[in-house]
Each structure stands twice: as C-alpha cells, then as structure tokens.
C-alpha cells in the first residue's frame, strides 16, 4: 500500500487540522473544534512544544496522524498520552492505524518513558479489541472532568 | 488555619514525594510509587520541565499539594490536566483541597488554557459532589488504557 510513517513538520499542519475536522465531523461534532492552523503552529513548534505527531503518507497526501505529548504520574514518572489516532476514512481497515500507533510506541521508548496511556469509548469495541491484542490494561472506574475557560472565568469573577 | 499556597520549589520535591507515598499507601498501593527524587528534579526541573505544582504550607510543613502538566486537545488546544489534589491525612476537611484545585483553576487561566481536566473516581461521590459546584462537565463513557515500559519493550523486539 505505500505507506510511509515520519514525524509530523509544520507544514503538514493544514492537512492535519483537516483530518481532526474530518473526525469531528464523523462524530458529529464540527462546531467543537476551535484550533487553528496558527494555534497549532504556536502550540507544537513555538519555543515550548506542547505536543508532537506522526503522519501516515502514501504517493500522494497525508492520509491519517498519531498526535502525543507527555503526561507526567506522580507515581511512575512520565508517560507519553496518545491523544488521537485518525486515518481519513477510505483509508481505514489497511493497518494505518497499527503502523502509527506502533510508532508512536516506539517513539515512547525512545523518549524514556515508564509507559504509555490513551483512552477508548466504552462502546468501541473492535478498538477495545486491537488494544487487547497488546495486554493493555484498561480501567473503566474513572470519570473525565473538564471546565471550560469561560466557566473559569466567571469562576474568578466571584 | 494559616495556610499559604505557593508554587512548589525544587527543594519542596522530598516532602512532594512523602505525600505522594502516604496516597498510595492509604490506597493500599505502596509498591506502585516508582518514582524517585532525583526522577522529579529532572522531570521537573531539567531542560524541558514536564509538570509543576502547588504546594499547601502551614507554619511547619507542607499540608498538600497539586500537581499539573499540559494536555493538547486537537479540538480545542491547550488544556491544564490537573494531576492530584493531596492533602495529608490529618489536615484534611478545612477546605485546603479547595485551596489548592482554585489556584490551579487561576494559574490555568493565566498559562492561556482553553480549559482544565481531570479524573475522579467513579465511587468518590464526594470529591464529585465538590465538582459539580464547580458545573464540571463529567464523562464516564471513555476508559484508561495504559502499557508499561516492559510489555513495550518485548513488543518492539517481536
């Protein structure tokens, strides 16, 4: 199939802000996504790097991105967060998927890490599944929270 | 009850540690602390610093701390990912975790977050009572998945 694995530039920004939107749009959800080409830029290639990809590329375009950072547990040190897999969808079910979470994997090791997290929708199953394949561990007994910026703010306020 | 909270210092990073162990401990997982001193000071407070804290300080000691690090949303950005809230077992119920989650909520804020995350345990009804005085938005539809360093490592060799 062609398929080239390598580190995510700058330039390859554009594309990869198209695949997120292409995922949200998949997930209903278009309106939730307010980065920008510019924030990522300053985000990811700025003087403080918050976060790194991978890019799958075949003959002719990026076709699908692995997007990570660091997440640090006061327990076991630090972890690389796999935040996002997306392949563009007529490109799903060729093993994209595997080649960029392998590397990024390796890319975990390489950076010394004591080992690596993501998380799943309880109801995906044949990615619980891939995942399984791996011995991951995983743990459903966790709750996601999160505050909005303009919720702080009024926090603040107060 | 004279408490101050302060960004956390190097120097603070032994008695950080201490309460980290006492956690694990009264969550009966003593062994799971890997992580050492001389770990936090470089993770800390080397070349690329991965996470920072607050600390709770009373007239003798520190009482508790937070500790945070970056997350990036391909959504929506930069968020703050609040790590742990712990306060010692016996300065507990004097609103000291408010304390340090409210100087958290600022200083994310002022790093330009677009918002701040975290987990609760699903049982914790307390800790989730506190939450929804807050109006956080809470999701248990996604589950943790995690590998450690080792079963990586006989992974790449295969």
New interface residues.
């Given amino acids: 199939m062609g398929i080239q694995i390598r580190e995510g530039k700058k330039s390859d920004l554009p594309r990869a802000l198209e695949l997120?939107r292409e995922l949200?749009e998949f997930e209903k959800?278009p309106h939730?996504?307010?980065?920008t080409v510019q924030?990522?830029e300053e985000?990811?290639f700025g003087a403080?790097p918050?976060?790194g990809f991978f890019v799958a590329e075949n003959e002719k375009e990026i076709v699908g991105l692995s997007?990570f950072?660091?997440?640090?547990?006061?327990?076991?040190?630090?972890?690389l967060?796999l935040?996002?897999i997306i392949v563009t969808e007529k490109e799903r079910n060729q093993g994209i998927g595997k080649l960029l979470f392998?590397r990024t994997?390796?890319h975990?090791?390489e950076s010394n890490?004591?080992?690596?997290?993501?998380?799943?929708?309880?109801?995906n199953k044949p990615a619980?599944n891939f995942?399984k394949k791996?011995?991951?561990?995983?743990?459903?007994?966790?709750?996601?929270?999160?505050?909005?910026?303009k919720?702080?703010?009024e926090?603040?306020k107060k």
Same sequence: chains 1, 2.
Avoid at 32 to 35: A, F, G, I, L, R
Avoid at 113 to 123: A, F, K, P, S
Avoid at 135 to 146: G, R, T, Y
């Fill in positions: 997120i949200a959800a939730e996504v307010t980065n924030q990522m985000d990811g403080s918050i976060y997007l950072y660091w997440r640090y547990s006061t327990w076991k040190g630090k972890r967060y935040e996002d392998d994997l390796l975990a090791l890490c004591t080992g690596m997290m993501w998380q799943v929708l309880e109801w619980i995942y791996y011995q991951a561990k995983l743990d459903s007994e966790w709750v996601n929270c999160s505050l909005e910026k919720q702080m703010e926090r603040v």
